[in-house]
């Protein structure tokens, strides 16, 4: 297990700026999600910013939050360099296992072997075929209350260490988009721990506004691995702060 166990506190970005990945991996994350799915930021960007995330901190996990669950898209980012893959709109175990056919050599899955940047360009490749499979992370991305109801099927699945909660996709699926206090999404979000918590599967969930007390909350209730805000969020949060004090003093 990636974590052993510990919360895992990570970030999304979302700028591509690799001087933001540096200073976020160096800020003490314990990961740097580089979110293909919602920003423009393509697999030729992605390797300077794996780069970048160690060297701000080799500790600091590189992870890619993708476009979707295609093999040829998962196998890529695996072989750029990617240390795990967080995945949008899982909502099946069909899914799910195409997911791990597509992050793992065999015999657990069917991820295709060549010479890439992940294995040295082929001077380590023996290596990362004897342990890649233990190593390499999948998170999957519960964003619709068909994954809620299918949610057992799919951790019953063999090689998922994750599964997170998109609150504002999963409420907008329930037809209560961003209520997050709504009884039903309260109830969603129940089974989601309580269903992870029996297959000793990691819960995790975007705290989407920088919070450092919604984060602690949500660490009390079981989850294990956040993502806590994301780059342009962090930035617009404290633009808006410090112009919003700057002018009720200006005209105090």
């Given at each position: ?35 293909l799915e ?173 919070s450092p ?40």
């Amino acid at each position: 297990m990636i974590n052993n166990r510990n919360p895992l506190i990570g970030s999304w970005l979302n700028s591509g700026s690799t001087t933001v990945a540096e200073l976020m991996a160096e800020s003490d994350l314990d990961y740097v999600a580089i979110d293909l799915e919602h920003a423009p930021i393509c697999i030729e960007s992605l390797v300077d910013l794996f780069r970048a995330i160690r060297s701000g901190d080799a500790k600091c996990k590189a992870f890619v939050r993708t476009i979707g669950h295609d093999y040829q898209d998962l196998k890529r980012y695996m072989d750029a360099g990617a240390d795990g893959v967080i995945i949008p709109f899982v909502n099946n175990a069909s899914t799910a296992k195409k997911i791990v056919d597509a992050v793992k050599y065999p015999p657990q899955g069917k991820r295709g072997v060549g010479f890439a940047r992940d294995n040295g360009y082929g001077m380590r490749i023996m290596q990362k075929l004897e342990n890649t499979n233990d190593k390499s992370f999948i998170c999957v991305q519960i964003e619709h209350i068909d994954g809620i109801r299918n949610l057992d099927e799919i951790l019953n699945v063999s090689g998922i260490d994750a599964a997170f909660i998109g609150p504002y996709d999963l409420s907008s699926s329930m037809g209560i988009a961003g209520n997050f206090t709504h009884p039903d999404f309260q109830k969603a979000s129940l089974k989601f721990l309580q269903c992870c918590k029996k297959h000793n599967t990691i819960a995790g969930i975007h705290v989407v506004q920088p919070s450092p007390d919604e984060v602690i909350d949500r660490l009390r209730q079981g989850y294990e691995m956040i993502a806590y805000s994301l780059d342009i969020t962090f930035l617009t949060h404290s633009i808006n702060k410090g112009l919003e004090q700057i002018k009720r003093k200006m005209y105090e």
